[in-house]
């Protein structure tokens, strides 16, 4: 029975009173033998717009922890229907605000259970439906919704998923802005007829979202027309773009950096990269700056060679070349085509500026016509990184060597694998003809990107915090970091790990061997943690939710200590330094 019937005719006259005839009219159908939601739809490897909440938001997944905060939030939700939920393994998204959680919805997936509509859908194995997003009243209108949906969409992207399908009351109108900012498209109405075990649903599809598709699509191809056109007005500014699996955002930082003290420029914000967010940068590039350096993502085949269109860099800098997007792109070779594009666009005259340590990026200098420039640790390479040191505390130091010249470098950063980006940005500034010294004197004072080998510390005890990504190629770095490090005690806490072929008991058990060879205690946290324990080492902890993760390191953490935080936007782990932040 539902609850609206449970509750009798005192209930009803709440619902009309206090939301309306309308509203209870819906109600009562939907109880007994009617009700239709909204489907709205989009690809996943399309580009995943930004939008940003005007409050500072923590992401993770819902754990058995979090079931009372979830019951406080959402009217009428049963702790034991949420607890069978989650053991089921189904996917919740929570967002919190200043420690408290304001935002919920489910993914679900395979055939699943549409409470509203009291019947089944099935889904494709890469489709995900959301469902039951609630948000706290008192912060709706404030961007919250449309900030965690696109946390979510990342990554349910990140995850494998293609599509991604989202299931509104038909009558709540003001809740089809969020998913429509977030390039959904209205794909039909499912509706749900009968009574109890009879109870079935139908689709029945919408084709009008093609226009607004094509509509979108036009207004974007139009954006990047302009911004096309803009490009070749700003003939006294030097384009610089940054392509690479892994520290495309440091380097592109580190190369504002390098040149900023010496002249007015330009880039991208944060890690925005899509298609929209290169045209912006341009065209928010005026002829008073002399550089603009913007990062080039590759999510798919031909992505990186449409922004470069746009960009038509003098320089292009290539990184490394990982397994992220491995989905996308299946092989190395594959990926390293896909971004040896952005040199394809360079003008004539201009540079490449390549990672020697890198076989898939110095083999792109084949072919390439313009001024190659290498930076590494290899022999041979245009600029040289000798003696790199960075066992903390000390931060990241090398010995430059150019031309037959040495110089000291030194920098606030994090890992020895962030030479690389520091070379980078060195290399561009030798590419435009700068003075080293003063390059060198301007990365000295660079921060660490917030979320990318940043340190946080807290009452005597240091937080290392890399929880932007975490492909399994890239987790050694981190691991690295660690096993350099002076400390009295370590302690690594691992999120989830993305972009790996094997079985995932295979490669948490793998990751928490090799964990336990550099911490002396490890901390898997999520719905993946429980592959970790399968080692048996007692000093491997499997806690299902980053609350259980605070609360721990709260009740452990010690002066002296330094703890590496490796994980996604998705797991919330800056919720964990920002927790321990406040309580300290």
Sequence with gaps: MSQLAAAGPRRAVVVAREEGLRSLAVKVLAATCYSRLVLFGRRL????????????????????????????????????????????????????????????????TGRVHVPYLRASLRLERDEALIAEAYVAPELRGLGVSS??????????????????????????????????????????TVYSFGIGQLRRAVLARRHRGRVASRLRQLALEAGLAAASYHRRSL???????????????????LIFA?????????????????????GRTVLRTSSRDRFCVVEVAAWERGSVARSAAVLRPQIAVVTTVGRDHHRAFRTLEATAAEKRALLDAVVDGGSAVLNADDPHVCGMAQGFRGRVITFGRRPGATLRAEDVRS??????????????????????????????GVLAALAVAYAMGLPMDQTADALASAQPVPGRMSPIHINGATLIRDDVKSPLWAVDAALDFLAQ??????????????????????????VAGRALSVADEVLFVGPNSRHATKSGDSRVHALESVPAATAYLQAHLRAGDLVLLKGTLADGFQEISRTLEQRA
């Design 147 to 188: 900030s965690a949906g696109r946390h979510r969409l990342t990554w349910l992207r990140d995850a494998g998923y293609r599509r991604v399908m989202a299931a509104i009351l038909a009558e709540n109108r003001l809740a089809f802005s969020p998913p429509e900012r977030l390039g959904y498209e209205r794909w039909g």
């Design 391 to 420: 066992g903390w505390p000390e931060r990241l130091s090398f010995t430059l060597e150019l031309e037959g010249r040495t110089l000291p470098i030194r920098t606030n950063l994090c890992g020895e694998h962030w030479v690389t």
């Design 45 to 108: 490897d399309d580009p995943i717009p930004d939008v940003d909440s005007r409050l500072e938001l923590a992401y993770s997944l819902l754990s058995a922890d979090d079931i009372d905060d979830y019951v406080r939030l959402v009217p009428g939700a049963s702790a034991m229907q949420i607890r069978a939920r989650l053991s089921q393994g189904q996917r919740c998204f929570a967002v919190r605000h200043d420690g408290r959680l304001v935002a919920v919805s489910w993914a679900l």
């Design 235 to 253: 003939r006294g500014v030097t384009f610089i773009g940054v392509t690479g699996s892994c520290g495309k955002t440091t380097t592109k930082e």
């Design 258 to 278: 390098a040149l900023s003290g010496r002249l007015p420029g330009r880039k991208n914000p944060k890690s925005y990269n899509s298609f929209a967010d290169v």
């Design 485 to 510: 490090a002076q400390a009295e005690r370590k302690l690594a806490v691992i999120g989830s790990l993305s972009d790996y072929a094997s079985p995932a008991t295979r490669v948490y058990r793998s």
